[in-house]
């Protein structure tokens, strides 16, 4: 998979050679929480150049790890899933976030804010249980950000299906919430909860009644979010 090598016969070394490449790990959450379409991949992985993201999923490929397929009835499109070996993984990726969450300190943590990164995990994580049987669509705004990012839509259909758009999808909003950024990462992290970053002005939300009281249940959180951090 590459020209380095740590040559010792020990398994971690030998899987650390697979693994261990700049952004392979990354790479591996995205496909792990079910990312299959290249431009899937790469909303989950925005800093990642298109080049460098091909060659990983060569390496990964090579390496039994990913599988490439053409999309049935789509054959022009190419989609990668785990192999066997791949989903073996999903529990290795899991101990690396949650002993991120655990052990790594909050500040450095929320000096790496990506509101392209953070809206993708929240569109998949979403629960739609809790909202309306009917397309909802709710706008994100951050009011400091640079124009090109500080406006985000999440558009769920009655089928369940969530959409992210960051260009104005044209519906009418249900729900407009205003709140920086890093509030907003410390909410997905679970970090703080949604009821005090509004009682402190942090957060506002503006639109049906139902949809702001219930944000909490329905936004859902960062799957490591249930990783308590250390004690101090």
């Known amino acids: 998979m590459t020209n380095a ?3 010792q016969f020990c398994p971690v070394a030998m899987a650390a050679e697979i693994l261990c490449t700049r952004w392979t790990i990354v790479l591996l959450r995205e496909l792990v929480a079910g990312s299959t379409r290249f ?27 990913v599988t490439r397929e053409r999309l049935h009835g789509a054959p022009e499109i190419e989609t990668y899933r785990l192999t066997t070996a791949g989903r073996d993984l999903q529990p290795v990726i899991e101990a690396i976030g949650m002993w991120g969450q655990k052990w790594v300190e909050t500040e450095p943590t929320l000096e790496n804010l990506d509101p392209e990164l953070l809206m993708w995990d929240m569109r998949r994580n979403l629960d739609t249980d809790p909202l309306p ?10 009011p400091e950000r640079p124009a090109s990012q500080r406006k985000w839509w999440l558009i769920v259909e009655p089928d369940g299906t969530v959409d992210l758009c960051h260009v104005d999808p044209g ?8 709140v920086d950024l890093r509030t907003m990462t410390e909410i997905w992290l679970g970090l703080r909860p949604v009821t ?15 949809l702001a009281r219930t ?13 308590s951090k250390r004690a101090n």
């Not at 519906?171 to 205003?178: A, H, N, P, T």
């Open 5 to 7: 090598s740590y040559k």
């Open 39 to 65: 431009n899937e991949l790469r909303r989950g992985v925005p800093r990642m150049s298109p080049a460098l993201l091909s060659k990983r999923l060569r390496e990964l490929e090579a390496a039994g790890v």
């Open 133 to 142: 049987e009917r397309r909802t669509v709710i706008e994100f705004i951050y």
């Open 171 to 178: 519906f009418e909003v249900d729900l407009f919430v205003s």
């Open 196 to 210: 005090s970053a509004a009682a402190s002005g942090k957060l506002s939300m503006i639109g049906h009644s139902d």
């Open 215 to 227: 944000m909490q249940s329905w936004l859902g959180l960062s799957p490591f979010a249930q990783q």
